[in-house]
Structures are given as structure tokens and as C-alpha cells.
């Protein structure tokens, strides 16, 4: 191979042996969507060749030389069925087989460990429940399911996991969600691909998947100290959420503590279920959807936290079960006015 | 190899004196002409000049992907040049290359009419578009735009410093080009078909720009008024697409798709009707089901209005919606299939030749089935989450909208070359052109498919090392199409003053326009014909040469 460049042979001879056509399987869905591509791409080749079979077969058989004249033929009822029928069959199988793989992939299962995502030009921020933040890298657990909450804060990105086969657009304004089961330890690719302006390409990064010890070394070496609910409790408290949402019989707006998941009546008569679409919405536009039984008095908050703020906030109404602690920043503050609404907070984080 | 081209004895053969170019001289005749055919060809000037701008972008995005790094231009300036290749090929070249060009042109003259309905209107759509194509260069050179073609919200109204306003207004003009071009199809096909000639005498390239024109005129609206949205937003807020205005930018998702998914099919749909005209005449042969064929153009139409939200599966739209989108997609590639193999069995039991148009749309017929089938991984939903927004789409439509349409376009105007200009090109090279342009189109975008399984992701200045290879491959593909898109430029233009005397029919095709003179008179037709036979009546046509030889004899 002596006319070949050295560098070339080398270059090609290491991409040979590298070659891949699809990325590591790295997730439980990934060898389900895989046996589907395998399909489609069978099926696929099938129909090509058989297209280029019948345009080759035809042109040497009935190309001029041997064919001077043509027969003139009008169509085939039989034949046109056929092929609009087989193919419909197998588009239809496909669509079921993808949406089976579609429903799959956006429904996280219940136990799934949760995550926060927000996208921004150009960076990818997670918050993990526990408090902590990571740029451009998300850490998670083997075989676990990890369901991931995501919002833009300005443009539309799209959070893409190839070797787990999902994908998931970050949209400003309103959660979407997806999930993932990791299945093999590794770092893969995290990429924005949705294109968000001048550094769209840079906006990239990469999942670890760690074994279960691994994971939560990591967990404890990388907390800032306040989880994400008990920041959450802090901005509660800090944005005088507690005036109101305080659980006491003659509080001005809805108890709530235990009402993530639940039901609620709007004044409408509409029932709604409290997601963290809900939440989000309920705190930025408060007087779109009104609990039966209160007035519209709560004053919007459009602009005035941050989205990993909404997202704190969520998280601690989440996980709020009692108004115990509410009880006691608002009691303390009726007792002593003096203090100050940041010694309230930090009064509140530190008491159990 | 044998050829049905018959020319007439060159010796003796010239251009009819009289015809549309010869009809009137000076250039305001041809500035203020209501003649469809010049209007064809002010047209396909126009649109080869900004193929050939959006060709050299392309050229600098395959350059600077040769790399992983962002080395030959910034970020930006990748950015800039990549919206600027989508919007100037789709918007500026693929909508209006076979309606406006090869349409105009040969619609009245197939139909046997002696012009459409709106001369006056023709020229102004074209106008419009002159405009719309002049904005988007003046946009382009005055600092450039980084929308990609998408114009997505709110990146193009709160996010970008550059010239997004002038875009918009830019492609809101050219689309009224589109729609005018769409609503003169409609009427004249619809009220001026000559005696004799219904509608399931006419021609497959009538019915395909038809079913196109329908979606030109009802699609072309809802991007015009999408594109004032985004122009308002930008300049005075008025916040549709604003969350925080109580807006919502997915809203600008679900109007830009309404049209910009149909319009996919008003780029390919004429296309298709050039290649039931070729293979027809290449194969001396009726094309098989005819009926379904041209049913199956209106039921592209029909269906692809209802399939808009397929580009939206992973936007957190609902899953039962996800559910009827995917379905409907499904449905819609049918028609497709349907037309693949009747444009296979038409071949059956013909008698075959190889020009390069039969090249072309053999080319065609390859590449669209690849593009066409492609399309059915991302119709359905599970593997959309996976492929969407990475190469894997970018292969998929590059092989529908060039390895289809452009392949077609170039079919169709090897077809009716002869017919426009009287003269023929030289053979042989130009079926080296069609077949280089295959073989470059192939290692160009076929590496692509397998980058988008691998995860690249779409709009990538720059990209991990381990894509390296394929985008070399991509590239080094790239040159040799572009070899293959410069030889026609070159052998066309040469023929124009040197190609043999084509004389009126060198294919013995059976169409009305291949009936009359080459190039054509103005008036189309000396006499409106009376059509008695059916399309692609080869008999007909026989008997038709041996009335002349005898009468003349």
C-alpha cells in the first residue's frame, strides 16, 4: 500500500476498525428502539431492492434493442392492491411498534429518581434533589430510573441522549419530562440539538452513568450543603409565600401541604391535577387558575425568580407534608416583628 | 445502445423563424412580456442564479465540516451561512424551480390553451419573487441572518441581532410569488383545456402541478401570516409567542409546520409529474394506472395537510396527538409507494431507451425511494425521538428534495430542452452529468443517515473528532456533485448556440407540446387542437406520423 499515504491508510484503518452505525446501547430502552431500526431497515432494503430489481430486471428485458415495441398496457387493479396494501400493513406496523416506543419513553415510571434540568444559551444546568448542580454533565445511578423535568429560561433547546436513545426538548415557558433507565457504566455524549443560536455546537456535555457506591461518593463529595427543597423552603419563606400558605384556618390562599398529586376544583367548576406544570403556572400566573373557595388575590411572580427557583419551589412543595414548620416561621414573626424576613429563613432551614 | 431521438437533417433544418423568442426584440419585451413561456425562462434564470448561491453555501458548510473544529469561519458566521443555504434552496429554488419554470412553460401548452388564465399576474409573481430573492440577498450581505430557515421562535424575535425583519419580508414577498403561480395553475387548468381535452385526458404533469398549486394557494397564507407574527413580535412585542406575555412559542411551531410540512409536497408533487412524462416516453409506454397515479398526487395533497405535527413529536405536544400525527404520516406515504411502482411496471413490457432525462428520473426513482422510505423512520414516533434534529433528518430530506426533486427538475429540463430552445445538447456528456451527479449525491448524503444513527446533531459548526470520517467522506461527495451540477450549466449554455436543430418532437413523445414547433410560437398554437386521444396514446402518435408521410408524400 505504498501509494497510499501513511496518514490516509492509518486514518481509514482506525475508523474500520471502529466503525459503529448506532451508539452504544446504554439505556433499557435502547435495544428495544435499536430492534426497531433493525426492522425499518430491513424492511427498507427489501423495498429498495426490490424497486431496483424491477427497474433493472424490466430495462434489460425490455430495453429497444431486444423489445422494438412496447405493449401497451392499461394498469392492474390486482397489482395496485397489492402494493397499497402491503406497504400500508407494514407502515402500520411500524406505527404501532413506535408508538408502543414513544408512550414507553415519556411515561417515567412512578419510582423514577427525579432531576431538574434547565437549558440556556449555552449550557446545560441540572439540579439534583440532594443540592447538587452541575454544568454540562449529568451524573446519575445505573439501573435506576431517573425521570428529568426540563425548561428552557430563554430559547428552545433539546436535551439528546443518543446512547440512551431519548431525547427531550427544553422549552421556555412551560416542563416537559422524560426518563431513562441507565444500564451500563460509562460516559456518553449529551448534546444540545435543537439550534439555539451562535454556540448551539458548544452547548455539549456528557452523561456518567456510575455504579450505585460510585454514585453516591459522588452525591456526597458534590452537595452545596442545602438540598433543593430546603432552598426552596428559604425562597417560600423569603418571598412571604408563608403570609398565605400557611395552613391556619383563616389563611388567604390554599393549604399546601400534601397537595402535590391531588385534585383540586378551580372556581370554574374545572378539576385539575397539581403536576409541576401545575405548580410552575399556579405561582408565575396565579390568577389564571383560582382554587374554589379563595379569592384572586396572589400577586404574579413572572420574572421575579429564576427558574431553578421554580424549580426548588417545586421540589419543597413537593415534598411538604405538614405546615408545622410554615406554622412556626409565621408564629415567630408575629412574636418577634423586629426580626428580619432573612433571619426568619435561616431560622427556619436550621430547626428540624 | 439505440435512441428513439430523431432529429431532423441538419444540413437543411433550422429554427422556425417565427417563435416566442424571436416574436419581439429589446429587453423591455421581455421585462414587460405576459407570454407564460417567457416568463418560463425569466424563471429559470433566476432560480439557476440563486441555485448556483445556495450550491457555493453549501459548499463552505461541507468545507468547514471537513474539520471537527469550528476553524474555517466563527460560529456565527456558520450559523449565518447554513440559514442562508436553507432559506435561498427552499424557499428561492425548490418551491418555485418545476412549477414556475418547466409549469409555466409547458402547463397552457399541454392543456392545448395559448396561455394562462393571468398573463399579467404570471408577471408579477414573478416580479414578486425577483423582489423576495433580492431582500434575502440584500439581507444577506448587509450582515446575514441566523434563524436557520426555521425562523424558530423566540430565538428569532428575542435572541438574534441580525436581520431576521428583512428576512421575513423577504420570504412573506416570494411567497405571494408562490401563491399567484398556484392560483394561475388552478383557474387555467380548471376553465381553459381545449375541446376534448377532460381531465382524465390530461397529462400526469397537469395533475401533479395541480395538486401542488392546491397547496400553494391554501398553505402559502398561513406562512405569510406566521412570518408577520415573528416580524410584529420582533418589533413591537406584541407577544403570541411570548410565555411571558401569555404567548406560547409552540404555537409558532404548529403555524410554521402547517405550511412548511406541505410545502415539502409543493416541492416534490411537480417533480413527480416530470417523472411519469419521461419514464413514459422513454418506455414508448402508457404509465401504468394512470388514475392512481393522478389520484395519488391529490391524496398527497389531502394528507399532507394533516401530518404537520410529525415535525413535533418530541415538544412535549401530547402523546395522544403523537399518537394521530404519526398515524396520518403513515398514511401518507402511501401514495408514494403507490407511484414508485407504477412508475416500475410502466417499464414492463416497454421499449426502453437511456437518455439522460430516463437517467435522471431513474436517478429519481432510486434516490426518492431511499428519501421516501427514510421518512417512515421518523413518521414513527419512537425512532423520531432518537433521529429528529440530527443528521439522520438532514440525509432524509436532502435525499427527498435533492436526490428527488433537484433530480427531477434536471430530468425535466433534459426533457423539455429541445422544446424550449430548438436545439439539443450534447448527448453523451450530459449522460456522464446525470450519472456523476448520482454517484456524488450518494457519497454525499449517505454518510449522513449514518451520522444521524450515530447522534450528530443537525446545525453542528463543529462536532466530536469521532465524526470525523463520515463528514470527510460527505464532503469529498460534495465535490464530485458539485461537478455534476456545473456540467449541465456549462453544456446547456453551449447548446444554446451550437447544439444540433432539435426540430418539433426528437423523443416522438405523445404531449400537445410536442405537437407543435420548437421553440414554440407565442400564441402556442396556430389552430386551439380538438384532443380526441388519450395521454401517452403511442398508437396515436404512429398513426398520426404515417398521415403526414403520406399526405406529404
Known sequence: MDHISPVIWQFLVKWLTNFAVIPPEASKVAPQVDALLLFMTLVSLVGLTLVILLVVTFSILYRRERNPVATQIEGSTLLEATWTIIPLGLFLVMFVWGSVLYFRIYTPPPNAMQMYV?????????????????????????????????????????????????????????????????????????????????????????VVVMSEDDYKKWLASSTSGVSLAQNGERLFASLSCTACHNGTPTARGPNLAGVYGSTLTLTNGQKVTVDDEYLRQAILNPSARITQGYAPIMPTYQGQISEEGLFSLVEYIKNLNSNYRIQQTTTTTELAPAATAAAVGTKGMVKP | MSSIVSLPDQTTARIPKRNYITNENGIMSWLLTGDHKRIAILYLISITFFFFIGGALAGLIRLELLTPQSDLMAADTYNKVFSMHGIIMIFLFLVPSVPATLGNFLIPIMIGAKDLAFPKINLLSWYLYLAGGALTLWAMISGGVDTGWTFTVPLSTHYLNTNVVTTGLAIFIAGFASIFTGLNFIVTIHRMRAPGMTWFKLPLFVWSNYAASILMVLGTPVLAITLVLVVLERTIGIGVFDPSKGGDPILFQHLFWFYSHPAVYIMILPGMGVISEVISTFSRKRVFGYSAVAFSSVAIAVFGF???????????????????????????????AIKIFNWAFTLYKGSITFETPMLYAFGFMGLFTIGGLTGVFLGSSGTDIHLTETYFIVAHFHFVMVGGMLMAFLAGIHFWWPKMTGRMYPEKISQL???????????????????????????????????????????????ILGVGYLLPMIYLVWSLKYGKIAGANPWQATGLEWQIQSPPLTENFVEIPVVTQEAYDYEWLDRQKEREVTQVG
Not at chain 1, 431513562?180 to 457504566?185: D, H, L, P, V, Y
Not at chain 2, 412535549?316 to 404520516?329: A, E, H, M, W
Request: aromatic letters at 16%; proline letters at 6%.
Open chain 2, 433 to 479: 452529468a446525470a450519472v456523476v451527479t448520482f454517484i456524488g449525491f450518494n457519497f454525499t448524503f449517505f454518510p449522513q443517515f449514518l451520522l444521524g444513527m450515530l447522534g450528530m446533531p443537525r446545525r453542528y459548526a463543529a462536532y466530536p473528532p469521532e465524526f470525523q470520517v463520515l463528514n470527510v467522506f460527505s464532503t469529498a461527495g460534495a465535490t
Open chain 1, 118 to 206: 434547565v437549558g440556556k444559551q449555552w449550557m446545560w444546568k441540572v439540579e439534583h434533589p440532594g443540592g447538587q448542580h452541575e454544568i454540562n454533565s449529568l451524573h446519575v445511578p445505573v439501573n435506576k430510573p431517573v425521570q428529568l423535568t426540563l425548561i428552557s429560561q430563554d430559547v428552545f433547546h433539546s436535551f439528546s441522549l443518543p446512547a440512551f436513545r431519548v431525547k427531550r426538548e427544553a422549552i421556555p415557558g412551560r416542563y416537559t419530562t422524560v426518563w431513562f433507565e441507565a444500564t451500563r457504566e460509562g460516559t456518553y455524549h449529551l448534546f444540545c440539538s435543537q439550534y439555539c443560536g451562535t454556540a448551539h455546537s458548544a452547548m455539549i456535555g456528557q
Open chain 2, 306 to 336: 394533516f401530518v404537520w405535527e410529525h415535525h413535533m413529536f418530541i415538544m412535549g405536544v401530547s402523546n395522544y396527538s403523537t399518537l394521530v400525527f404519526s398515524f396520518l404520516t403513515m398514511l401518507v406515504a402511501v401514495p408514494s
